[in-house]
């Protein structure tokens, strides 16, 4: 009875959300500095990075973007494989930088966390007949997170307890990269949050974007996307 219950949590799909947030929208809407002009480059921007990564889903709403994409961990008796990636999404993050900078003149911070998905068996998104219902099949922890990890992080910032940084990962997708060895990814500074439908309390780790890239295992891969590319 047990082993079979562990083989489920095996063969289960799991997700990766990641939230990207532009910075200083308000200030460049009062300027005048954003055009429709500009927005429909940003989107088709966004789908050109979208066509080059089929297993991530992107949703645009604001100046947001959500990511997602599921993985699975597999088991030997079954034919589910290990598809966990979860470096990728910090390639995504670098790629968008690059678009939203160009675009928009604008920088992006993002929210990274992974774990469960009530929407384990469903597809990326769902999107009805009439093309008028779109649904995320989001429904667990780890979306929960990212509201609340974003909560977090602008208390923080207002009360000084830190700056501003481009990344805030969950611990749990922090500690799942592939780093070199000799990089100490515990003297990244880490802090509180309060989690959502988690009794104990959470951490998120604070970085900059190069700085992870940067101490990637050799044997992580980019897939770098062109932003011009037709």
Not at 21 to 28: E, L, N, P, S
Not at 139 to 152: E, N, R, W
Request: charged fraction near 25%; aromatic fraction near 12%.
């Amino acid at each position: 009875m047990k082993s079979g219950w562990l083989e489920q949590l095996y063969l289960k799909s799991y997700t990766v959300f990641c939230m990207v947030d532009a910075i200083g929208v308000k200030a460049a809407l009062q300027n005048g500095t954003l055009s429709r002009e500009k927005l429909v480059l940003l989107r088709e921007a966004i789908d050109r990075l979208a066509e080059s990564h089929s297993e991530v889903c992107f949703v645009s709403f604001a100046d947001s973007l959500l990511i997602k994409s599921n993985w699975t961990v597999g088991h030997f008796r079954s034919d589910v494989s290990y598809t966990y990636n979860p470096e990728v999404f910090v390639h995504i993050i670098k790629e968008l930088q690059a678009v939203y900078r160009e675009v928009l003149g604008l920088d992006v911070y993002a929210i990274l966390t992974q774990g469960t998905n009530e929407y384990y068996e469903d597809s990326l998104v769902h999107i009805s007949s009439g093309k008028n219902h779109v649904s995320l099949n989001s429904l667990g922890v780890p979306f929960a997170q990212l509201m609340a990890i974003d909560t977090s992080v602008r208390i923080a910032i207002r009360a000084e307890e830190h700056g501003r940084f481009e990344l805030y990962l969950d611990e749990h997708f922090y500690n799942s990269l592939r780093f070199r060895f000799e990089f100490n990814k515990q003297a990244r500074p880490k802090y509180t949050y309060s989690a959502p439908m988690m009794d104990a309390g959470s951490h998120y780790y604070c970085a900059q974007l190069q700085e992870v890239l940067d101490n990637f295992s050799p044997d992580v891969k980019s897939k770098r996307v062109d932003v011009h590319e037709c």
